[in-house]
C-alpha cells in the first residue's frame, strides 16, 4: 500500500515544513481542497520543484469543466488530479484528455455517490486511472468509515487502482489491510500530531 498525506488546514509554507519531517516516508503528497481554495494552485508548481521525487496530487474535486480545470492543476506541476464521480462523463472523459497530453493520472473520488462499485467499471473504460472510496470529512469526524464499502468494492474489483480516505489511522488501516487498498490517504491522523513523524512511522507500522 502507497501512503498518501491529505494536506487540508495550514499554509504552503506549513506544508513544505511538514514534508521536510516525513518526505522519505510518503509516497504521494496531497494538496488538499482547503488549501487550493484558500491560497490558491500556483504554489503546487513550488512544492513539486522542492520535492521532485514525490508524487503530487492537487484534490481539485472538480465536477464541471474537465478540460479546462485539469489543466490548471496539471499546468503547475500535479501528477494526479481529482474528479468528483459525480461528474458528467464529458467532464471526465476532457480532465482524463489533459491528463494524458501531460504524462499525468486522473483519480475519481466516490464521496457521496450512491454506487461507486456499480459504476467503476465505466471509469476504467474512459480509462480513469484510481477510485477513491473517500468517508466526508463531515461523517468521519463522527466515527463513519469505508470499511464496509471497502470490503464490497474488493469482492468484485479487488485493490488495485483503488485509494481509500477519510479518518483513517493505523487502527483503520490493521483492518483495511485484508482488502490490499493500492492507496490509503490520511490526513489529520499527521497533520494534527505535535510529533508528525512518530505518527508517519506508525503509520508505516501498520501498512507492514
Known sequence: MKLQVAFDVGSFKDLIMLLEKV????????????????????????????FPKKTILADMKIMDAGELEAKIGFDVGADIVTCLGLAS?????????????????IMVDMINHNNPIGKWPEFLEMGIDYCC???????????????????????????K?????????????QEMKL???EIVVV????????EPREAVENLRRAIK
Do not use: C, M, W
Open 179 to 181: 482488502f490490499q487498498p
Open 89 to 105: 462523463s464529458k467532464t471526465l472523459t476532457g480532465a482524463k484528455k489533459v491528463a494524458s497530453r501531460n504524462n499525468g493520472k
Open 133 to 159: 472510496l473517500h468517508t466526508a470529512h463531515d461523517d468521519a469526524v463522527t466515527g463513519d468509515n469505508s470499511i464496509e464499502i471497502l470490503e464490497q468494492f474488493h469482492k468484485t474489483h479487488g485493490g
Open 161 to 173: 487502482n483503488l485509494a481509500v480516505a477519510g479518518g483513517i489511522n493505523p487502527d483503520l488501516i
Open 187 to 194: 490526513g489529520s491522523y499527521i497533520t494534527d500530531s505535535t
Open 23 to 50: 518526505e522519505d516516508l510518503i509516497d504521494i503528497v496531497e494538496i488538499g481542497t482547503p488549501l487550493i481554495v484558500k491560497e490558491g494552485v500556483k504554489e503546487i508548481e513550488n512544492i513539486k520543484n522542492r
